[in-house]
């Protein structure tokens, strides 16, 4: 069974960042702000203090530690120790890392049930990063049975978090009608919102349905503009594209669109 493609090593690593909420212990405190400094030598000693007492966000930022080689040398089990600890005293973040690193196999045996188990029980406590893991498991049937209703929900769920990614996946449900009624108009809109906080594939996905008028008016200015953003990201598809939509406006509308593409910056959390 092949890997997800969109959960690499690098997502894996850039997703383990410091814990600050819900501090309950003057160590736990000292710890975070210390790795936040790079102290590490500092925050290794205050957030094992804290371990020890078995307090949750300095189990899940110790292990943080551990994955990343902050300070000390690189133990993914030792990290995976820690973070079934906190995961078990209730700490979301931990138990989204434990599904990460599942998924990929990232210094443990690459166990997609082990992956739904924890990334399900980050997503109950509102995780929306864990909601959109395990919508694509679902989605795919990796660790699950395949269910595309399942999914959809979990895509829905991280959608409302903002999260760029999950609301192309419902983008994606929505217009093949997968799991949701199909729904040209509605998978645009989320299309549009993914592509407004910069997401390639959904720029891409805009700039097509723009050219074709599916789900939106056609609009061959939208088009050009879109697909531009995506060409910039390297999207294959919409690099194609440009020849065809530059063909259908004048010289000056193509170049003041394609000007107005260099100047455009992604706003960030969509809702």
Do not use: C
């Not at 309950?24 to 094992?48: H, I, M, P, R």
């Not at 966000?57 to 690189?74: F, H, P, T």
């Not at 939509?245 to 455009?264: G, N, P, V, Y």
């Amino acid at each position: 069974m092949p890997a997800i493609k969109t959960l690499t090593s690098s997502t894996i690593l850039a997703s383990f960042f410091l814990l600050g909420s819900g501090i309950a212990t003057a160590d736990t405190a000292a710890g975070v702000k210390a790795l936040e400094s790079k102290n590490y030598a500092t925050a290794y000693k205050e957030l094992t203090a804290a371990a020890d007492q078995g307090d949750a966000v300095a189990l899940a930022n110790l292990g943080i530690m551990y994955a990343r080689g902050l300070g000390i040398s690189r133990d993914v089990p030792q990290a995976v120790e820690l973070w079934q600890a906190a995961a078990a005293r209730g700490n979301g973040p931990a138990a989204f890392y434990l599904g990460l690193i599942y998924v990929k196999g990232w210094g443990v045996q690459q166990n997609y049930a082990e992956a739904s188990h924890w990334l399900e029980m980050a997503a109950a406590q509102g995780d929306g990063r864990a909601q959109s893991a395990i919508g694509r498991l679902y989605e795919d049937g990796y660790g699950v049975q395949q269910d595309y209703k399942a999914a959809a929900n979990y895509f829905a769920m991280a959608a409302d978090h903002g999260m760029a990614r999950a609301q192309f996946n419902l983008a994606q449900l929505t217009e093949k009608g997968r799991g949701v009624k199909r729904d040209e108009a509605g998978a645009f809109v989320l299309y549009k919102k993914a592509a407004d906080q910069g997401y390639a594939p959904a720029q891409e996905r805009v700039g097509a349905m723009y050219a074709a008028g599916t789900g939106v008016a056609a609009d061959p200015a939208q088009a050009l503009f879109w697909s531009t953003l995506a060409a910039k990201q390297n999207e294959k598809n919409a690099e194609r594209r440009l020849a065809a939509l530059t063909s259908r406006l004048s010289t000056d509308e193509a170049t003041r669109i394609k000007q107005s593409a260099s100047a455009w910056k992604p706003v960030l959390a969509v809702k």
